[in-house]
């Protein structure tokens, strides 16, 4: 057991029964490793409420030991990838009670079991990962319209980017776009176009990007007591993909948002900002899922085989599966190429050095980057 973990647990027990500073979140310590947690949190479904208390539950039971590591290089990147993984760190969980607020979402009331020694081993091995494959780099571009005006400043792309920096994140300076890939991302955007986009998203070293539109719209105007009100609503749709194999990771529509002001052009920012509000987190949420499991080397990794004919890709489909570290494979054949996608827990990287170790007189390996592998097809 560490000392930072055994520090942690030391502060907690000596605390006793600690009130969370906001509303009447408990902790209590229940033995050496775990914390009793009772949060209240809400979200747009009773799911997306219970997985927002889990996580709460999770900062909160482990606030100690987490904030001990405030001063680590990557720490919020660190611990908000951690925090992804609330589930499991809950040992048991109650749902205690649930309510529909006015506003149409549903806050629940729970209490959880929290296991502070998984949190103490995971941080470790985040913290080593994080420090071999460096931070990721993210583009944002949303297009957004008050009715049919494109805006050159987007309200919903500048709080996605905010979240996101917040969580350690690099991302793609707009400062360093010229106006010449400004009018292309427009263009990519306006045609839904994620391969012109992937194309400038990779031209600036991301390895990520995330795109769609937003867009705000006039209702009909009301008067009360005088005053000209006007109503806009306005509506998104963000999707995030993989910029070296343009792998769609996420789409995320949002519900409609209202704004009124006595000024048009505010009654449109306010609805805007409320999409912005609504959209934001769930894009951080998606990223960071992705980024932990990239980091635990789980997911998809392409194959690219050049060189071969199409028995010899229905071959190379069979032997594959023979690789253990290889759980599925798919993908099409086409002018002498095979396009494969491979369902493995292991980094690409490590995966070649398995294809390489297991399949060297079949396969030459070309180039390998972080989720595509390149070869020629060298077998008879």
């Known amino acids: 057991m560490s000392t930072r973990y055994l520090t ?25 490793n775990l914390v009793e947690v009772t ?30 590591h405030s001063e680590v290089k990557d720490f919020v990147l660190i611990r908000d990838t951690i925090l992804t993984r609330s589930a499991g760190f809950i040992q048991s969980h109650k749902v205690l009670s649930k309510r529909t607020l006015p506003d149409d979402t549903i806050e629940v009331k729970l209490v959880a079991v929290v296991s502070i020694q998984g949190i103490d081993d995971m941080w470790g091995v985040v913290a080593t ?32 980017e905010n979240l996101l920096l917040e969580s350690g994140f690099l991302l793609v300076d707009k400062e360093q776009l010229k106006a010449i890939d400004a009018k292309d991302l427009q263009a990519a955007a306006a045609e839904d176009s994620p391969a012109r986009l ?116 229905t071959d190379l489909k069979k032997q594959l599966l ?21 369902q493995s827990e292991v980094t690409a990287q490590t995966l070649a050095e398995k294809l390489a170790a297991a399949m060297g007189q079949t396969l030459e390996i070309t180039d390998v980057s972080e989720n595509v592998i390149k070869a020629k097809y060298t077998g008879q």
């Open 198 to 313: 992937q194309a400038i998203a990779k031209r600036f070293g991301a390895q990520l990007f995330i795109t769609g539109t937003a867009n705000a719209n006039a209702g009909p105007t009301n008067t009360v007591s005088g005053v000209e009100l006007f109503p806009y609503q306005a509506e998104s749709n963000i999707r995030c993909y993989r910029s070296d194999t343009a792998q769609l990771l996420s789409s995320i529509p949002g519900q409609p948002t209202r704004g009124v002001d006595r000024v048009w052009r505010s009654a449109a920012t306010k609805a805007l900002d409320l999409q912005a509000q609504q959209v934001a987190p769930k894009v951080r949420q998606d990223i960071l899922t992705f980024w932990k499991d990239v980091l635990e080397g789980k997911g998809e990794v392409q194959l690219h085989v050049e060189g071969l004919t199409f028995a010899q890709y």
């Open 39 to 68: 949060v209240t949190a809400g979200g747009t479904t009773e799911q997306d409420a219970i997985r927002a208390a889990m996580r709460r539950a999770v900062e909160i039971g482990a606030g100690t030991y987490i904030s001990s």
């Open 129 to 160: 990962l994080l420090q071999q494959m460096g931070r990721p780099k993210i583009m944002v571009f949303i297009r957004e319209k008050i009715a049919e005006d494109v805006q050159d400043d987007s309200t919903v792309q500048t709080r996605i």
């Open 8 to 32: 942690a647990i030391a502060l907690v027990a000596v605390m006793g029964m600690v009130t969370a500073a906001r509303g009447q979140d408990t902790v209590v310590p229940k033995g050496e």
């Open 322 to 342: 023979t690789v253990k570290e290889i759980k599925e494979v798919s993908g099409p054949f086409h002018n002498q190429v095979a396009e494969l996608s491979l």
